[in-house]
T-cell receptor
Framework: DTGVSQDPRHKITKRGQNVTFRCDPISEHNRLYWYRQTLGQGPEFLTYFQNEAQLEKSRLLSDRFSAERPKGSFSTLEIQRTEQGDSAMYLC?????????FGPGTRLTVL | DQQVKQNSPSLSVQEGRISILNCDYTNSMFDYFLWYKKYPAEGPTFLISISSIKDKNEDGRFTVFLNKSAKHLSLHIVPSQPGDSAVYFCAASGGGSNYKLTFGKGTLLTVNP
């Protein structure tokens, strides 16, 4: 295990469809974060898990977004009824009381 | 409301010279600051950090300076190398939410051979 992995790396979908992304953190990391990055902007915080508990959610996370981390290991981020404004890079990061290590991201394009 | 600002979208320097990237913040509750580097199609990579109890931190070619009274930090890269060409993000945490990093918009550094 050499880093944080995300799947898929790219996703193209039509408006109104649901999409789900997966993040596998570094195995000993108990903290997991989701960020979103749009063109010309820095990453924006979406949500944070400590083990399986979701401890903080951004106002950016509308009711169409849901994130889970069922066993405190991998996490999924689902977007329902996608909109063109959801097009972005979705980044996952993990940490163990230290520096956040980011994954390569999933680039979502909503047509 | 941009709480972390990187006012220079881009910077170009010659190989071997110093690169200075700047960052300003508005939230006085921020107490921990980080710099990340990002190549295209990759996630951000941690470079260096500084706590608000310090005013300088060095790691090899990278030095971060923090001026709390001015709410300003800078990243110095000496000497700059072509492989340093990337987008550099300044980030901050604190103020009751130590889990959330607030990022600036980034500065694209180009180091010319």
């Amino acid at each position: 295990d050499t880093g944080v992995s995300q799947d898929p790396r790219h996703k193209i979908t039509k408006r109104g469809q649901n999409v789900t992304f997966r993040c596998d953190p570094i195995s000993e990391h108990n903290r997991l974060y989701w960020y979103r990055q749009t063109l010309g902007q820095g990453p924006e915080f979406l949500t944070y898990f400590q083990n399986e508990a979701q401890l903080e959610k951004s106002r950016l996370l509308s009711d169409r977004f849901s994130a889970e981390r069922p066993k405190g290991s991998f996490s999924t981020l689902e977007i329902q009824r996608t909109e063109q404004g959801d097009s972005a890079m979705y980044l996952c990061a993990s940490s163990f009381a230290g520096t956040r290590i980011f994954g390569p991201g999933t680039r979502l394009t909503v047509l | 409301d941009q709480q972390v600002k990187q006012n220079s979208p881009s910077l170009s320097v010659q190989e071997g010279r110093i690169s200075i990237l700047n960052c300003d913040y508005t939230n006085s509750m921020f107490d921990y600051f980080l710099w990340y580097k990002k190549y295209p199609a990759e996630g951000p990579t941690f470079l260096i950090s500084i706590s608000s109890i310090k005013d300088k931190n060095e790691d090899g070619r990278f030095t971060v300076f923090l001026n709390k009274s001015a709410k300003h930090l800078s990243l110095h890269i000496v000497p700059s190398q072509p492989g340093d060409s990337a987008v550099y993000f300044c980030a901050a945490s604190g103020g009751g939410s130590n889990y959330k990093l607030t990022f600036g918009k980034g500065t694209l550094l180009t180091v010319n051979p």
